[in-house]
């Protein structure tokens, strides 16, 4: 049976807070004996919309499983 990781909201802005608290989560996962087979990432996943907040997300959601992402309001797609 396939296993899906669900996070939502992440909020990356630049800060320690969000980045800390989406690390601890990630730490979590690859941790699990038996690894999801994806991550879904739906929500805010930058507070501002910054393009240096997706970078920070690219480097915080740096798993050995596929990331899907859904992102919120707070996004800016072309960023």
Partial sequence: MPVLAHIGNL????????????G????????????????LVSGDITAHGDPAAYEEAAAVLDVPFPVLSCPGNHDVRDA
């Fill in 11 to 22: 909020g990356l802005d630049g800060t320690p807070g969000p980045a800390g608290r989406v």
């Fill in 24 to 39: 601890r989560v990630v730490d979590y996962l690859r941790l699990l004996p038996r690894r999801p087979n994806a991550l």
